[in-house]
């Protein structure tokens, strides 16, 4: 600590001395104009854009990143010979059934759910027509949806449909066996696989 104050006395003393030095006239001096620190206090902040003078840009375009740069999308030189077979994939992918892909299907719990409302809505009206419609587009966007397999069946119980209601009736209770509407669809089941509806189907 005492030599650190010891190199700063000395250092304050020699610049005092040159700053009386009688050799270095006082009319010659000037402000150093590579001295690091500024005359003034400079504006570092960005322009606004409401400050900024359009007609003083010039007409120079310059470098833009929007879409009209163009990029390059070429392959690399070598691609097709250091993977010769890419372009089958392509091809499996864009064929209808081949190659190894699974068919795409819809996800829409909230589509499926408005599909119900719908049908819902055609059912009490009797138009079960329209109804099955509904719950069938209902079960493409959720194929497990055991609400619409029930109405479905239902449904096509009552356009005397029954094996295609015993179908969606089973579907229902493989997915809620003790749901709501089970016991329902366990009676349905019962009666469609009775011999009276067996000899009630239409030819």
Request: glycine share 6%; net charge negative.
């Amino acid at each position: 600590m005492r030599s650190f104050l010891m190199v700063l006395l000395l250092g304050v003393g020699f610049a005092a001395a040159q700053n009386s030095s009688p050799s270095a006239p006082a009319k010659s001096q000037k402000p150093n104009s590579t001295s690091s620190a500024p005359a003034h206090n400079p504006n570092l902040a960005p322009p606004r854009s409401d400050s900024v003078d359009a007609a003083s840009l010039g007409d120079d375009r310059g470098d833009s990143s929007s879409k009209d740069t163009q990029i390059d999308l070429s392959p690399p030189p070598n691609d097709a010979k250091d993977h010769p077979d890419s372009s089958d994939v392509l091809k499996d992918e864009s064929s209808s059934g081949g190659g190894d892909t699974t068919e795409f299907h819809l996800w829409d719990p909230h589509k499926a759910a408005k599909d119900i409302e719908v049908g819902d809505y055609y059912f009490k009206r009797k138009n079960y027509m329209g109804a099955e419609s509904r719950y069938r587009e209902a079960l493409v966007y959720k194929d497990n949806d055991a609400v619409a397999m029930y109405k479905l069946a239902v449904c096509l119980e009552k356009m005397n449909r029954p094996d295609e209601a015993l179908s969606q009736y089973e579907g229902y209770l493989k997915i809620l066996p003790y749901g709501p509407e089970a016991a329902e669809a366990r009676k349905a089941i019962e009666r469609l696989k009775s011999p009276a509806a067996a000899s009630a189907k239409p030819n």
